[in-house]
């Protein structure tokens, strides 16, 4: 059974750091995309960072370039997110999400099917 769980998540000061996990089971991550999403109050999901094919290219969207980075470890399994310098406007659930190569490069909601149940980010002074 393909699982997604995330972890990571919390309340951190503006221009603090927090680095979110997504632990992978029942497929290999090697073989798949798998991207970044959050969800703010009042405001659609959007795709925030994705490794979108096996070569590993990766995509940001602007808000965050400079400031993320995604990455994976094979032998965990596991998807990572660093984020550097928080803002408030990072705010929201971050989700992650998995779905068989190819996808679109644009890291788009509904080029995935199964997604983790998210992890909390809170940016507040």
């Known amino acids: 059974q393909v699982q997604l769980v995330e972890s990571g998540g919390g309340l951190v000061q503006p221009g603090g750091s927090l680095r979110l996990s997504c632990a992978a089971s029942g497929f290999t991550l090697d073989y798949y995309a798998i991207g970044w999403f959050r969800q703010a109050p009042g405001r659609e999901r959007e795709g925030v960072s994705c490794?979108?094919?096996?070569?590993?290219?990766?995509y940001y969207t602007d808000s965050v370039k400079g400031r993320f980075t995604i990455s994976r470890d094979t032998v965990k399994n596991t998807v990572f997110l660093q984020m550097n310098n928080l803002k408030p406007e990072d705010t929201g659930v971050y989700y992650c999400a998995t779905d068989p190569p190819p996808v679109r490069p644009m890291c788009l909601v509904e080029d995935f099917r199964t997604w983790g149940r998210g992890t909390q980010v809170t940016v507040a002074p």
């Open positions: 490794i979108t094919s096996i070569d590993g290219s990766t």
